[in-house]
């Protein structure tokens, strides 16, 4: 079955880095553009990157470009967001999710996600 375990998470504070990684199995993961997703406490979720097949394109929320990288290892199956200049207002619990939405659609869809993993950034 489809699973996707998300690490990395933690206390930071501001202006700090953190780097999120999600291993994926139960599916052919080149075969699929991957997205990562965040929720602030009493929020809705907020779609945060998308990256495609072969990780030579990648989108990102205007909250975070700039300060954000996505990028995936194919040979590991493996996602990763690394996340520099982290601000309050990042603070979410962050999950990876399988992006079943075309290339260029505003609007993400995912059909698998994982449990996520939280980022609190505070001094």
């Known amino acids: 079955q489809v699973q996707l375990v998300e690490s990395g998470g933690g206390l930071v504070q501001p202006g700090g880095s953190l780097r999120l990684s999600c291993a994926a199995s139960?599916?052919?993961?080149?075969?699929?553009?991957m997205s990562w997703v965040r929720q602030a406490p009493g929020k809705g979720p907020e779609w945060v990157s998308v990256?495609?097949?072969?990780?030579?394109?990648?989108r990102y929320a205007d909250s975070v470009k700039g300060r954000f990288s996505i990028s995936r290892d194919d040979a590991k199956n493996t996602l990763y967001l690394q996340m520099n200049s982290l601000k309050p207002e990042d603070t979410a619990l962050y999950y990876c999710?399988?992006?079943?939405?075309?290339?260029?659609?505003?609007?993400?869809?995912?059909?698998?996600r994982g449990q996520g993993t939280q980022v609190t950034v505070s001094s």
């Open positions: 990256i495609n097949l072969g990780g030579d394109s990648t």
């Open positions: 139960g599916f052919t993961f080149r075969n699929y553009y």
């Open positions: 999710a399988r992006d079943v939405a075309p290339w260029y659609s505003v609007d993400r869809r995912y059909d698998y």
